[in-house]
């Protein structure tokens, strides 16, 4: 079985500042991490994504993520927020082998001008 | 930039009816998939579909719905008998078949409301 955590369902964080979006996973064998952002009305854009090497992975807008096997943890990072960062993210796991993709319940990051 | 689409972005239909809700997936992409998300809740993975049959599906995924790629465009998702418990919104999404794409792209959504 697989699953992922998003410990808060808000963020909230002044325009300019760092933004950190936590995740935690579960999986039983190797995981497929990824990010997906959605704006209202819209479907789930794809932001970044984890498979193997370099723990630290680049994605879409300056979003960056940092994956951490012994915690496994897959928090979403920014260097400087912009109001337009302003949406619901989504955490989601899928393991190696499988089709089945497992998200997380959201996470409302609030960026404030 | 290809994307994919979903028809129509929001579904009235009353328990017991038959729907069929549509999907457009990008058109080099190989990998089909059907998810759910019930207001307030997460999103729910329900099948996967690839060369032309089914290659995973969960235990929502019962008798009551069934998938098709009736031509070389359109990927559906037939849900009969509906029941209020259906209502949601149903996302399509497809991905590539290369080792190097894992990530799935999604379509903007059908909302279903089951009256």
């Known amino acids: 079985a697989q699953s992922v955590a998003q410990p808060e369902d808000q963020v909230n964080v002044a325009e300019g500042n760092p933004l950190t979006v936590k995740c935690t996973y579960s999986?039983?064998?190797?995981?497929?991490l990824f990010w997906y952002v959605q704006y209202p009305n819209r479907g789930l854009q794809f932001l970044l994504k984890y498979i193997t090497g370099d723990n630290l992975v680049k994605g879409s807008y300056g979003f960056e993520a940092e994956f951490n096997k012994s915690q496994t943890s897959f928090h979403l990072k920014k260097p400087s927020a912009l109001v337009s960062d302003s949406a619901l993210y989504f955490c989601?796991?899928?393991?190696?082998?499988?089709?089945?993709?497992?998200f997380g319940i959201g996470t409302k990051l609030q960026v404030i001008p | 930039e290809p994307e994919v689409t979903q028809t129509p972005s929001h579904q009235v239909t009353q328990m017991g009816q038959e729907v069929i809700l549509r999907c457009v997936p990008i058109?080099?992409?190989?990998?089909f998939y059907w998810y759910r998300q019930i207001l307030g809740q997460k999103v729910e993975f329900l099948v996967s579909?690839?060369?032309?049959?089914?290659?995973?599906k969960s235990e929502i995924f019962d008798d009551q719905f069934s998938v098709e790629r009736p031509d070389g465009s359109n990927f559906t998702l037939k849900i009969r008998s509906t029941k209020l418990e259906d209502s949601a919104m149903y996302f399509c999404a497809s991905r590539k078949d290369t080792p190097e794409t894992y990530e799935q792209y999604f379509g903007p959504g059908t909302r279903l409301t089951v009256t």
């Open positions: 058109s080099n992409h190989l990998y």
């Open positions: 989601a796991v899928r393991d190696r082998g499988y089709q089945k993709v497992t």
């Open positions: 999986v039983s064998g190797n995981p497929y």
């Open positions: 579909f690839y060369n032309n049959e089914i290659s995973e």
